[in-house]
């Protein structure tokens, strides 16, 4: 099947005894059986939910794994994968996260003994130098948030497995989707999204994902699953999977619209520095490029007048694009890094990776293009 063919039909099928086109939301905790140990496949719904199942197997389809696995947020996707670890393993993940996945790592997880390496990823060389004995997992998200830097998920793949086939090596694809970029192609062993931005797509949930594709890592990652309980419901399990059949088409137009927004904005004379790989002379658009179908929907950038107030102004001023966090919906948002999404990063660390007061990032979302350059328009006088 071709990808715009999964993301409506991979894994899918009629449910059984209705022939319902969609499958019901299964709002039920338990399934009766008929003999102790005799039932139909499902025992708990912390285990197994019919509607969740068939999310997940939609998961698995669209970044061409085996096994998918629906989650009650982003986070809690994160924090099962670092439970594949041990007290002692080392971690290098990128220097530009998502907040979040910053604040697991450093608050939650070093208490429990497993350290992290930051490095820039750009540079394949800082992930090789960083690797020792004790290294377990690479993590890695492109494009980066919020600055959109770019990592060469198939060379970095292939450079780790060369030192050491049994590092693991997981991507967080929330930014560019699998309608650009599938990491499992590439080399990575585990797949993850925040389903909550693009997946889901229509700021109405939150939730997680893993895709693997090998039958050892899915066992493992459905054991702490089960075991942790950070499922997704039914009911949500139900909006993600509606979502994801209309990807493709939400994509094409978040991509239209992002080059449309980027472009406007680096030719007007209030914007300094503008980040978006498909520019050219973006440091790594080569990259981008080689594995990404397109550029997506995200655009950061800087006034001129780099005063916390003028960014204030900005994003009071706008009106089509909602001042909020989060991104990958089909409005348009607008959000301040440095003191929303961002700002769980201490001070010096931000400032040095470039998160700076004057930073704003836009999740430019589907609606008529004129509506949004007149709205920037009108905001950034
Ligand atoms: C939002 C986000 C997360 C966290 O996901 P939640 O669903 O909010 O828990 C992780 N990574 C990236 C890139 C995100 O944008």
Redesign the pocket.
């Known amino acids: 099947m071709k990808f715009n063919t999964k993301t409506i039909h991979g894994g899918q099928k009629n449910e059984e005894a209705t022939g319902a086109v969609m499958p019901p939301i299964f709002q039920t905790s338990t399934y009766a059986q008929s003999s102790p140990g005799v039932h139909k496949g499902y025992e708990y719904s912390r285990g197994e939910n019919p509607t969740r199942s068939a999310l997940e197997n939609a998961f698995a389809a669209i970044e061409n794994g085996t096994h998918g696995f629906a989650f009650s947020?982003?986070?809690?996707?994160?924090d099962c994968v670092l439970r594949l670890l041990n007290p002692g393993d080392e971690v290098i993940a990128g220097d530009d996260?998502?907040g979040?996945?910053y604040r697991m790592f450093t608050r939650l997880f070093d208490k429990y003994g497993l350290k992290f390496q930051f490095v820039d990823m750009n540079e394949v060389i800082n992930v090789t130098n960083a690797i020792s004995s004790a290294t377990k997992l690479i993590w890695l998200?492109t494009p980066t948030?919020p600055l959109m830097k770019i990592a060469d998920i198939a060379v970095i793949t292939a450079k780790v497995k060369a030192q050491n086939k049994d590092i693991l090596v997981a991507v967080?694809n929330?930014?560019a989707t699998p309608y650009l970029q599938r990491p499992l192609d590439l080399g990575a062993d585990i797949v993850?999204h925040?389903?909550?931005?693009y997946l889901g797509g229509h700021s109405d949930l939150?939730?997680?994902a893993l895709m693997v594709k090998d039958a050892n890592l899915a066992a493992q990652i459905h054991f702490i699953q089960f075991a942790g309980g950070a499922i997704a419901g039914p009911m949500d399990s139900f909006l993600a999977l509606r979502g994801i059949k209309t990807l493709h088409l939400r994509m094409q137009r978040h991509c239209e619209n992002g080059k449309a927004v980027a472009t406007f904005l680096k030719n007007h004379d209030q914007v300094g520095e503008v980040y978006y790989p498909g520019f050219e002379n973006h440091p790594n658009h080569a990259i981008a490029k080689k594995q990404m179908d397109d550029f997506g929907g995200m655009v950061s950038f800087r006034l001129k007048d780099q005063r916390k107030a003028a960014a204030f102004t900005f994003l009071e001023k706008v009106r089509v694009f909602t001042l909020a966090e989060?991104?990958?919906g089909v409005e348009s948002l607008a959000n301040h890094p440095s003191t929303m999404t961002h700002a769980s990063i201490p001070e010096p660390e931000r400032l040095k990776i470039g998160i700076t007061d004057s930073l704003i990032r836009l999740s430019v979302g589907i609606e008529d293009i004129d509506d949004l350059l007149d709205d920037l328009r009108q905001a950034l006088v």
Do not use: H, Q, R
């Open positions: 947020s982003g986070l809690s996707a994160i996260l998502y979040g996945t998200e948030n967080d929330t930014f993850m925040s389903a909550t931005k939150v939730m997680g989060s991104l990958g």
